[in-house]
């Protein structure tokens, strides 16, 4: 069963032209001239239920749109959208008893009462039956450890503190398609392990659909099988992390220090049949990038082997996600990659 | 029935924000009355100069001020849209609001519940009863049905007019100055129209009808005639306008473009 279907769904706003200067803003307040922003391209994809989806990009990128898009808050330009069994902004007050959502940047509690109460008052919202909320809240109090927060208002706590207490404010109803988006921005490492340690309880447990917007690459990792790479308002990539990485990792680099000089011109006719590049600041420091589909060993076995080439040290790193994503943001295309620089294009 | 509750919910954490800052609720109750008062003796100012204005002596028109003050006491308290355009479009709390399972409209007014409002509509209920009795009036049992029903009447006119106007903030995004202007407009509606010209008759009655939300269901109860066939349309009126507004308001979330990220 698809959680969420999208298809061929485009947001454009409307923004308007400012012209420089006095004599500009004069001019605007007459006749004003305005853009057309395609915010959302001519999106689809789908997401099947039980799932837990990234959806990365820069910023302005759209991502926030499309959620808006998805959750009902923004009625989008074009395009068929069903979320849930819903059209998001059509049967809005229906649809939202199904879903939850979490903005990171901006606050569903109560600023000046209890966060207890700011809890109560949802249930009342949301209609949850008094003893589906207590097993519900008492679950959900223990697995984030708010015991003693409970009672202090809202105002009163720590940014790692609210955000764990807007999750429990957006799971109370026990929403089958949670929305999160930037969930861990601006927490310390500790509340971000525990935000993620508990979404993939949540979502082994109760099925949960996820879908999550971030700009920290971790999050994908530690949570996403699927990433959705969006860029000024279209979808660059779709697809299983391990394919991103594959697919635009640059392969390994493995660095070496060598004791003696030694040229770059015997490296290159050392492994002359590979199809690896070196490259080096000086005769006794030499990297090769070696492709994925080809063993490092090899490459190592050809350079260790010579015993006239004496190495001091030997560093192998892989290319990361923050890497290969920031590589993709770059050059602004994955998949129409027609100008790609550098390695990226040749591997897609 | 889920909204009635939720009604008392809100105002259960009214009470309770409310007691946090209790130096700023005793003021805002003090400031209402202070601004009533001063409407009032206006009001005396005037009739120490004259003793009948366009025809209503000076208890008609303390008596219509009443009633104005008790449907617009009901709306302060329930419909408080001063800072709509600023708190929800701006700063784009509207989000928060649009992800509930309530109706949007609904859940703004209950977030900006301020019951001492009713207050006034208390007052309202004291001036009536003192200028209604220097008049003589003949009290009768319709009196308390009929004013209930005027008064929800107006109450649904203020909500049609300001609903309306709100809802254009959904199409700029800069606040506009029109709801403090209205606030202007709306305080001609509670001395008797026919004491203005025709223009602003017209204005009053049939385009922003704040004459149906003072001195037309009041002048029923006052028995002044030639007002009756206006003091029985109160309730098509209220219709006409709530639904005007209502519309607006639901075309305009569609217009919604969020803030920021």
Known sequence: MKAIEVEHLSKT???????????????????????????????????PAGEICGYIGENGAGKSTTIKMLTGILVPTSGKLNVGGYVPHEEREKFVRNIGV?????????????????????????????????????????????????????????????????????????????????????????????????????????????????????????????VIMLDEGRIIYDGGLDTLKSRWGQGTRVTFQFGTACPLPRLQTLTSDLPVS????NDLHAEVLVPGELNVSDVLARVVGQTDIAITDIKITETTTDEIVRQIYRT????NGSKGEGGLTSYA | ???????????????????????????????????????????????????????????????????????????????NLWNFSDRYIVKGEMDRILTRPAYNLFQIFLENIDPPGLLGSVIGILIMVVSGSQLDLDFTWWFIPVLILFTICAAMIYTGIYITLTSLSFYSDSPTGIIPLMYNI????????????RAIQFLLTWILPFAFVG?????????????????????????????????SWNVGVKKYRGAGS
Not at chain 1, 278 to 281: F, I, K, L, P
Not at chain 2, 186 to 197: F, K, L, S
């Open chain 1, 13 to 47: 706003f409307k923004v308007q032209k400012n012209r420089d200067g006095l004599k500009g803003a004069l001019r605007d307040l007459f006749s004003r001239q305005y853009n057309e922003v395609a915010a959302v391209n001519d999106i689809s994809f789908s997401i």
């Open chain 1, 102 to 226: 979490v903005f990171g940047q901006r606050s569903q509690l109560w600023w000046d009462i209890g966060v207890i109460e700011s809890f109560g008052l949802l249930r009342k919202v949301y209609g949850v039956p008094e003893h589906d909320y207590k097993k519900r809240l008492d679950e959900l109090v223990q697995r984030l450890d708010l015991g003693e927060l409970l009672n202090r208002p809202v105002r009163k706590l720590s940014l790692g503190q609210r955000m764990r207490c807007e999750l429990v404010a957006a799971l109370l109803h026990n929403p089958s398609i949670v929305f999160l988006d930037e969930p861990t921005i601006g927490l310390d490492i500790i509340v971000k392990t525990e935000i993620r340690e508990f979404l993939k309880d949540m979502n082994r447990d109760h099925g949960t659909t996820i879908l999550l917007t971030t700009h920290d690459l971790q999050d994908i990792e530690a949570l996403c099988s699927r």
């Open chain 1, 278 to 281: 070196w490259t080096a600041e």
């Open chain 1, 332 to 335: 602004g295309s994955a998949v």
């Open chain 2, 1 to 79: 029935m889920y909204y009635i509750g939720l009604v008392f919910e809100y105002l259960k954490n009214y009470m309770k924000t409310r007691l946090t800052y209790r130096a700023d609720f005793w003021v805002e109750v003090i400031s209402d009355l202070l601004m009533q008062a001063s409407n009032l003796i206006f009001i005396f100012v005037v009739f120490g100069h004259t003793d009948s204005l366009g025809g209503w002596s000076e208890s008609e028109v303390v008596f219509v001020y009443g009633f104005y003050m008790v449907p617009f006491g009901l709306f302060s308290c329930f419909v």
């Open chain 2, 186 to 197: 709306q305080n001609y509606g509670r001395y008797p129209v026919t004491i203005y010209n």
């Open chain 2, 215 to 247: 001195v037309y269901p009041a002048s029923l109860f006052l028995g002044r005639d030639e007002m009756l066939h206006m003091a029985w349309l109160t309730p098509l009126m209220a219709v006409i306008f709530l639904t005007i507004g209502i519309v």
